[in-house]
């Protein structure tokens, strides 16, 4: 589990505007930027890897929520910032082998400076992040509070945050503690540098 530090840099606040990327190639080809994914009516970012047993566990849930939800307008990305010197298996090329044995719906992007993580303050893998039309954070945290045995879930975290975006209402949770492991830094010093932000208090 990743460990949240007390100072440094903060992960993006609630209601703040998600930061724009450009240039991200996916394993299909393709370069992205945020923009590319204006149509929808909202985007869902996961920064994830391919390593890590966390997301390795939520990959077929998070498959499965582009599948039912990209049909009815949102948008779907995968992002992997991990440092591949260390973490080889990480690497464009296993990602693309990934995305093909998975059969992603969604496009998988390399974040290869790691600028686009560190903006969001992504602090592991899997982190979600879910902007509305307007690019405003409205849920950031984890896909749901159980990710050994989605059948012992029971609270569909990020499935409740894109219902209520699709039915125009304010997410019942905005933030939710993400599980996984730490993103590999090419700074090792930044590791300890990113923490998360909490709610206000009410």
């Known amino acids: 589990m990743v460990l949240i530090t007390k100072?440094?840099?903060?992960?993006?606040r609630v209601g703040s505007v998600g930061p724009g990327f450009k240039g991200l190639p996916g394993t299909d080809g393709m370069i992205y930027d945020l923009e590319s994914f204006k149509d929808g009516k909202a985007v869902v970012l996961s920064f994830t890897c391919n390593h890590c047993p966390y997301a390795q566990a939520y990959?077929?849930?998070f498959i499965a929520l582009a599948k039912e939800f990209t049909p009815k307008g949102i948008s779907f990305a995968a992002i992997n910032s991990n440092d591949d010197l260390h973490f080889p298996e990480d690497g464009f090329d296993q990602m693309k082998i990934r995305a093909k044995e998975k059969k992603f719906p969604f496009p998988y992007l390399r974040d290869e400076s790691q600028k686009v993580a560190?903006?969001?303050?992504?602090?592991?893998?899997?982190?979600i992040f879910v902007l509305n039309h307007r690019w405003k954070l409205?849920?950031?945290?984890?896909i749901d509070d159980n990710w050994k045995d989605p059948n012992?879930?029971?609270s569909q975290d990020l499935r409740n945050a894109i219902e209520a975006v699709l039915a125009g209402k304010?997410?019942?949770q905005p933030n939710t503690n993400p599980m996984g492991c730490s993103i590999k830094w090419k700074d090792?010093?930044?590791s300890t540098l990113i923490h998360r932000r909490l709610p206000p208090e009410t």
């Not at 100072?7 to 993006?12: F, P, R």
């Open 7 to 12: 100072s440094g840099a903060e992960t993006l």
């Open 59 to 61: 990959e077929d849930r």
């Open 118 to 127: 560190k903006a969001y303050g992504a602090v592991c893998t899997p982190h």
């Open 138 to 142: 409205v849920y950031e945290g984890r």
């Open 152 to 154: 012992k879930v029971t």
């Open 170 to 172: 304010s997410v019942p």
């Open 188 to 190: 090792k010093s930044f």
